[in-house]
T-cell receptor
Framework: DSGVTQTPKHLITATGQRVTLRCSPRSGDLSVYWYQQSLDQGLQFLIQYYNGEERAKGNILERFSAQQFPDLHSELNLSSLELGDSALYFC?????????????FGPGTRLTVL | DAKTTQPPSMDCAEGRAANLPCNHSTISGNEYVYWYRQIHSQGPQYIIHGLKNNETNEMASLIITEDRKSSTLILPHATLRDTAVYYCIPLSSGSARQLTFGSGTQLTVLP
């Protein structure tokens, strides 16, 4: 158990819809990262937040957005969903372990777009 | 960040040492080598990291060549639970940064 929680575990929705994925980081971690893992693209970094502020952006589509709240939990919003958005979405957190770049990953949310 | 080359797959007998190589010939002086693994569809897990000295922890050992162009992750006594995809990731030191995952090596530990 990494200490990072993600909800929901599974999500099935239709094209064109909007969903929100939620992540609670490990206690004491200020950084939250979102990654997408699809069969054809592998694990790809989407976006990072640090203490409520956006820190880095990766290959995140304009249809996707994220935020980190004062209690440090984060949400990833995916809108106008397409079939190709079906993937595993991981959240990770870091900062309190004493090891730079030791990220702790949650169990992921499996999104299926039909 | 430096590019990496890892063999796509390797097998290892249970109880034997698993040696996973990684080539990172373009690594720069301030880049550490991090290793993560992902057991099927679970979130990736940090294993170990190093700069130029060999490192060991409770999970594994990391051997980095003197020229730092390659490294080897060693799992001393592989078990079936070590079956996973292993990723070698060069990463600059300093503040927390996103991980760039390549294709990794699928290690299969055989009974």
């Amino acid at each position: 158990d990494s200490g990072v929680t993600q909800t929901p575990k599974h999500l099935i929705t239709a094209t064109g819809q909007r969903v929100t994925l939620r992540c609670s980081p490990r206690s004491g971690d200020l950084s939250v990262y979102w990654y997408q893992q699809s069969l054809d693209q592998g694990l790809q970094f989407l976006i990072q937040y640090y203490n409520g502020e956006e820190r880095a952006k990766g290959n995140i589509l304009e249809r996707f957005s994220a935020q980190q709240f004062p209690d440090l939990h984060s949400e990833l919003n995916l809108s106008s969903l397409e079939l190709g958005d079906s993937a595993l979405y991981f959240c990770a957190s870091s900062g309190s372990s004493g090891v730079y770049n030791e990220q702790f990953f949650g169990p992921g949310t499996r999104l299926t777009v039909l | 960040d430096a590019k990496t080359t890892q063999p796509p797959s390797m097998d290892c007998a249970e109880g034997r040492a698993a040696n996973l190589p990684c080539n990172h010939s373009t690594i720069s002086g301030n880049e550490y080598v991090y290793w993560y693994r992902q057991i099927h569809s679970q979130g990736p897990q940090y294993i170990i990291h190093g700069l130029k000295n060999n490192e060991t922890n409770e999970m594994a050992s990391l051997i980095i060549t003197e020229d730092r162009k390659s490294s080897t992750l060693i799992l001393p006594h592989a078990t079936l639970r070590d079956t996973a995809v292993y990723y070698c990731i060069p990463l600059s030191s300093g503040s927390a940064r996103q991980l760039t995952f390549g294709s990794g090596t699928q290690l299969t530990v055989l009974p």
